[in-house]
C-alpha cells in the first residue's frame, strides 16, 4: 500500500487539519486539466490535487492569487507533502511560501503551531505515528526549491480559464541532435544534419524503428525507437503488483533479476555500424521512455517533456509505450566521410535467469542442479574449500575498518558450463565498510569478493561475467599497485584486487588457477563480513540470449 492510500484509511476528520476531502474535479476556473483533488481547507477556494502527467507532484491551487500564479507545486510527491505538512502544521503554512520571505513564513508558521487544537494536534501526531513520518527541517528552502524548478507552462487549462489569461503562442521547440548530449540538451558543436531513413523491422518479438540518423563532426547518431503495447506493460505491472511495490529494495535480488529479465521495455543491446564499409563502434548511449495514460493512476503519472519532443518529431504513436535509446558512434577517419552506406549489426545482451540456492561446507562434497534456460542436468564438485580473512595491506586509506573474512570456494561442473552462461554468489550482501569520521562519503561502498577462473586460449568467460555487475566507472588496482583491468589477461598469477570507485572499494577479487588439459576450475567468494563466516547459501544465476544478431542495411549504396 502506498502512503497516499494509507493516509487515506487513517481514522482521521481530514478537515481538521484543513485537507477535507471534497470534489476531486476542483470545479475552478484554474483548476488545470488532469486535477484529481484530495484536500480543501475551506479557505478562498484554494485546493491541494495531484495532476495527470506530472508524476507524483502535489500541487497547491488558489483561485484569489494572480493570473499566471494560480496553481504552484508545493512537493515533489505525497509522502515529502505530509513530511512538509508536520513541519508546518498546516497547509495554509505551506502555501503562502509563494508569497512570503524565509523570516515572515517561519513566524507566520510559529504563530500558526502556537494556536493549534488539541484535535489539529492529535490529527497531525496519527499521521506522523502510523505512516512512520518525519517532520522536514527546512520546508521554506524545500518548498522554494521545488517551486523553483517546475515549468508552469506545461500546465493545460480549460476553455474558461482562457477567459480570464490570455493564451500565450507557444512557440514550436528547436529540435537538434548533437553527439556527446542528452535528449533536448544544447552543446557549444555544431547541431548533426538529419538523414530521414524511415526503417522499421521486427527483432525478436519487438517492433523497432530508426526513424532518422544524424551526421555530426564527430561521429553519426542513431535514434534506436522500440514499440512495446500498452496491454504488455499493464499485465507486466500487475503481475509484480509494481504500483505497490514501487521501490526495488521490497524484491529479494533473484525476484528482480526476473522482473528485469521480464521487463517488456528491456531493450538491452550492443550496436555497430558499417559505415561506407568500414564498422563503427558506439562510444556511448542514451535512453528516455514514455509511458501512456492508463497505465499507471494519474498521481503517479510523470510525463517527459523530451519524450514528447520526441514523440512528436517522429510522429510515434501516444497510445503506445516507447523506448527510445541515442547511440552515438565516433568516426574512424580524421573528417566526416561523404555517407554512401550504413549497414547496422545488433547483438542481444544476455538477460539473467535465477537459479538454485546450495549450501556445501568442504572439498569434495557434490551438489546436482538443474539449468533453468534448458533444463540441462549438471553436478557441480567443490574441489576446493576454505574460510580466509583479507591481509591489513589491502586496507584503503580511507577507511578505518573492512569486513576482511570470507569463504573461497573451487568447483568444477559436468557436463561443464563456460562462465558466460552462469556466475556462483553468496545470497549475502557483504558488511558496510566503516569509513574514517573525517572522510567525506558519498555513499554506501558495498564490497564483495568474487573468484577469477582461469582459461588457456583467451580471458576468463566466466571472469567476464562475475564482474559484470561492477559500474563502468570503477577501476581494478592490485594490491602491489599494478595497473590491472578487470578482464584478466592470459597469463594470470594468483593475486588479491581491489575495486575501486569513488565512494571507495566496491569489490575484492581473488585469481586462480585451472590446468589447461583438465575440466575447468571455477572459482567464487562469499561476500566480506566482520566476523568469521560459518556457512554460506550461494545461489546460481544463468544467463540467456533470448534473440538472435541483427544484421540490416539501414541506407544503400545502390
Known amino acids: 500500500m502506498n502512503v497516499f492510500h494509507a493516509y487515506q484509511k487513517l481514522p482521521i476528520d481530514f478537515s481538521v487539519i484543513g485537507l477535507e476531502p471534497r470534489s476531486e474535479s476542483g470545479g475552478y476556473f484554474c483548476t488545470p486539466k488532469g486535477a484529481k483533488v484530495f484536500g480543501w481547507p475551506g479557505v478562498d477556494g484554494v485546493h491541494y490535487c495531484f495532476i495527470r502527467g506530472f508524476g507524483k507532484k502535489v500541487f497547491v491551487v488558489c483561485p484569489m492569487n494572480e493570473p499566471g500564479n494560480y496553481v504552484r507545486p508545493v512537493a515533489e510527491n505525497f509522502e515529502e507533502f505530509l513530511c512538509l505538512l508536520l513541519a508546518c502544521k498546516d497547509p495554509g503554512v505551506i502555501e503562502s511560501a509563494g508569497f512570503l520571505n524565509q523570516e515572515r513564513f517561519d513566524a ?33 528552502a524545500y518548498i522554494k526549491k521545488v517551486q523553483e524548478s517546475f515549468d508552469s507552462s506545461k500546465l493545460c487549462f480549460t476553455d474558461e480559464y482562457y ?19 542528452y535528449f533536448g540538451s544544447r552543446s557549444r558543436s555544431r547541431a548533426g544534419k538529419e538523414i530521414s531513413l524511415n526503417r522499421k523491422f521486427q527483432w525478436g518479438e519487438q517492433n523497432w524503428y530508426v526513424p532518422s540518423v544524424y551526421l555530426c563532426a564527430a561521429g553519426i547518431v542513431v535514434d534506436f525507437c522500440v ?61 528516455i521512455g514514455w509511458m501512456p495514460e492508463g497505465i499507471v493512476p494519474e498521481e503517479m503519472m510523470e510525463v517527459s517533456p523530451q519524450a514528447e519532443q520526441v514523440l512528436e518529431h517522429y510522429d510515434l504513436e501516444p497510445e503506445r509505450c516507447w523506448v527510445i535509446r ?29 537459479g538454485e540456492h546450495i549450501r556445501v561446507n568442504k572439498a569434495g562434497e557434490q551438489v546436482v542442479f538443474q539449468n533453468p534456460v534448458n533444463g540441462c542436468v549438471h553436478t557441480m564438485t567443490v574441489v576446493d574449500y576454505e574460510r580466509g580473512e583479507l591481509k591489513s595491506d589491502l586496507l584503503p586509506d580511507e577507511f578505518e575498518a573492512i569486513p576482511a573474512h570470507y569463504v573461497s570456494m573451487k568447483f568444477t561442473i559436468t557436463p561443464e558450463l563456460v562462465g558466460n552462461e552462469f556466475s556462483l554468489t553468496d545470497c549475502e550482501k557483504s558488511e558496510e565498510p566503516k569509513q574514517k569520521k573525517n572522510e567525506r562519503r558519498m555513499g554506501a561502498a558495498a564490497i564483495g569478493v568474487i573468484g577469477l577462473g582461469y582459461q588457456t586460449e583467451e580471458k576468463s568467460e566466466s571472469d567476464a561475467m562475475n564482474v559484470s555487475d561492477v559500474a563502468d566507472e570503477i577501476e581494478a588496482v592490485d594490491v602491489n599497485n599494478n595497473a590491472e583491468k578487470t578482464g ?71
Not at 508558521?109 to 527546512?138: C, D, F, H, V
Not at 477567459?163 to 548530449?181: C, N
Not at 575484492?508 to 547459501?537: M, N, R
Open 108 to 140: 507566520f508558521r510559529s504563530e500558526t503551531e502556537a494556536g493549534l487544537s488539541q484535535k489539529q494536534r492529535e490529527a497531525l501526531e496519527m499521521i506522523q505515528r502510523e505512516l512512520a513520518l518525519t517532520p522536514l527541517e527546512n520546508p521554506y
Open 227 to 287: 514499440e512495446v503495447p500498452a496491454e504488455e506493460m499493464k499485465r507486466f505491472i500487475d503481475k509484480w503488483d509494481l504500483l505497490q511495490k514501487s521501490d526495488v529494495t521490497m524484491f529479494r535480488e533473484e525476484e528482480t533479476e526476473q522482473i528485469e529479465a521480464e521487463d517488456p521495455r528491456r531493450v538491452d543491446f550492443s550496436a555497430r555500424l558499417l559505415v561506407n564499409g568500414r564498422e563503427l563502434k558506439w562510444s556511448h548511449q542514451m535512453g
Open 326 to 354: 541515442r547511440t552515438s558512434f565516433p568516426w574512424r577517419t580524421a573528417k566526416k566521410p561523404k555517407l554512401q552506406s550504413i549497414r547496422l549489426v545488433l547483438e542481444a545482451d544476455p538477460v539473467q535467469i535465477p
Open 488 to 558: 584478466m589477461e592470459e597469463e594470470v598469477d594468483p593475486a588479491a584486487m581491489i575495486i575501486g570507485g569513488a565512494d571507495g572499494p566496491t569489490a575484492i577479487f581473488l585469481a586462480g588457477h585451472s590446468c589447461p588439459t583438465e575440466p575447468t576450475i571455477h572459482s567464487t567468494c562469499s561476500a566480506l563480513h566482520y566476523q568469521p563466516v560459518e556457512s554460506v547459501e550461494w545461489r546460481f544465476t544463468f544467463y540467456e540470449k533470448r534473440k538472435p544478431d541483427l544484421e540490416m542495411d539501414l541506407l544503400s549504396s545502390e
Open 163 to 181: 477567459e480570464w489569461v490570455p493564451r500565450e503562442e507557444k512557440q514550436p521547440k528547436e529540435w537538434k541532435v548533437y553527439f556527446e548530449t
